[in-house]
């Protein structure tokens, strides 16, 4: 299995990053010119310099992958794409100043945003007094869409967190579970989460509502996860429902492992955060040894068609990686193809490119046949989500670490 160390990282962002214009001081900047068709520039505003995270280069992988497929047909039937690449640390502010900047950029398509919810909220605000599209390949947070009056300008190709927690809630119900317990972040992310899980609870029918007990934990401050799973398992819960990403569900799982033996552990029912970096490496593979399913919108393994696995292969020679089932941020790679190719798509009679332009387009768009699914109308409804909540399932890692849908 590949070891995601922060050294392999950096020669899979060198790999990446080849053929991109690049802001950020962390990687050296490279411009590839593209002679045909009209010039077109896309830009993504990314946590790459996060030390653990791994979705920005699945999201990098996607667009690089589209804009080959895009450029490679252009001609003079559409616009040649060229990318711009922001590192933003998965720091709003720095994702605002990112965006502001690229708005002196000409012929600018829009802005890809990253996994931090946080971040791409802070972008709405300024999308819509700008003008300018940004487009989310895997923030989740309701808010990005919620309100369609400030998010007009704002696309969407990722989970809500209203399907994830009803998913979620879903799956404690179907195995009986009467109490279960949630841990979630002091965050945008976890508030969301938070608001979803009340609303789903809302909806269900007295006689099969669980309680739920919550633990909150400091986002990116703790250095034990722990406590909060002792204080939950000490209410006698059935299961956890975790909101995490990568590093604290790593840490959960390690010290779960090393200090309750051979005590019965509770199952931990998971957001996607879990899969946007390396938790299998992170945790020592002590993830494997628990029962742990989590929420997805596409998986290599699931999604098996010659378009996919041709977009597989090359993802995983971008990436270099020798097995893409074991890359744990592969949904990323799938939503920032299709929405890539639903851009370039959408836009390639259009003269010049600009904001508005590109928005109204894609408001357009009566159907697009991408690796995911057939898209029929996905920007036409106020909300811009171009997925639905029948599109997510759940998937679990297998012993060897591979990413499998899971049967459950």
Known sequence: MNKFTPEFQKRRRQLLIAGTAVSTGALLPVRVSYASGKSALIAASLEISHITSLSDDAILAGINLAIHDLNHTAGNRGHSWELLTYDNGSIPSRATSNLLELAKRENLAGVFGGKFSPAVLSMVPIAKALRIPV????????????????????FRLSMRDTWAMSKLVDRAIQRGYQKIGLILPNSGWGRSCGNAIKNKLASVNEKNRPAVLRQTYQ?????????YYLALENQEVGAVILIANEHETAMLASEIVKNLGSRRKLPIFCHWGIVGGDTVGL?????LKLDVSFVQTFNFMKNKTTATSSIGARAAKML????????????????????????????????????PGVAEALTSIKSHEGIIKKYVSPYANRSHDALAESDV????????????????
């Open 135 to 154: 487009f989310a390949p895997w923030s989740a947070a309701d808010d990005i869409t919620g309100d369609p009056d400030k998010s007009q300008f704002v």
């Open 219 to 227: 986002w990116g401050g703790e250095s034990t996860m722990l406590p």
């Open 283 to 287: 945790s020592e593979n002590a993830i």
């Open 320 to 355: 270099a990686i020798d097995n893409i089932y074991k890359f744990p941020a592969q949904v990323g790679i799938a939503h920032a193809y299709d929405l890539m190719m639903m851009i370039g798509s959408a836009v390639k009679n259009l003269p010049k490119i600009t904001g």
């Open 393 to 408: 399932f759940f998937c679990r890692y297998a012993s060897n670490g591979e990413i499998h849908p899971d049967p459950d």
